[in-house]
């Protein structure tokens, strides 16, 4: 977190000289907390793709090589953004209902954060590292499943499954927000001809569904937890000696 600056030694109210040439002014002190915070500003500010050791070093005033110190490289830095990110979050055995609701409400929260920050999408994509803070948010995870009897490794591929729905789906959303899907202007009689012949298209669209809808992340996640619920019924009835039937 940003501490508070020492007092002034010199300089314009802007840091510079009245000659032009800029001279020492206030000074924050640096710290992990610090540098990772103004990196989520920068990237919020102007972009993933603009975060760089030297971009960021000339916002918080200091020589690139300074950063170093504290962080060892781009990588470092990237997971320490990540898990800024997760530690802000909820933990998801704290949120009330029952497991199924736990895992829906993270789900949702999750479907925010991705679309309020897209550029969080780009980093779990492309960073596979992970802080104390994963390994806490995974730890509440898996205290959303105490009292179900389900076994390790489901819980494991419950969290795995429902982590890459919301991340893909929010992927999806991302790259197609303000893209309206249009036809081909230069297949249009073809694309007429297409729709005049696809009845089922019509019918689905005259009773009032919509093939870019809105609910689609609703209805994905409702059948996901339906799902889980299965499997979970079907674990249960192992235990009891009369597995269900597998579908």
Known sequence: MPTTPEPETGGTADGGAAGGRRTPGPRRRL????????????????GLR????????ERLEVA?????????????????????????DGLPHELP??????????????????????????????????GPASVTWLDSALRVFDGTGLPAQVKFDMIDSLDAYVLGAATVHTQSVDRVPNPSADML????????????????????GTPFGQSR???????????FQTIAEQEQGKEQGSPAEEP
């Open 31 to 46: 710290s992990r907390e610090l540098i990772v915070s103004t990196a989520v500003e920068l990237i919020e500010a102007r």
């Open 50 to 57: 603009a975060l760089s050791m030297r971009s960021l070093a």
């Open 64 to 88: 690139p090589g300074t950063l170093y110190t504290y962080v060892a490289n781009r990588t470092v830095l990237e997971t320490l953004i990540l898990d800024s990110v997760i530690a802000q």
């Open 97 to 130: 209902g029952t497991w199924l609701e736990k895992l829906a409400a993270w789900a949702r929260d999750d479907w925010v954060t991705f679309r309020e920050k897209p550029w969080v999408i780009e980093l779990r994509q492309a960073n596979h590292d992970f």
């Open 189 to 208: 009689p073809e694309i007429q001809q297409a729709h005049l012949e696809a009845t089922r298209l019509i019918e689905a669209v005259g009773e009032g």
């Open 217 to 227: 992340f609703e209805f994905g996640l409702r059948c996901l937890l339906t799902g």
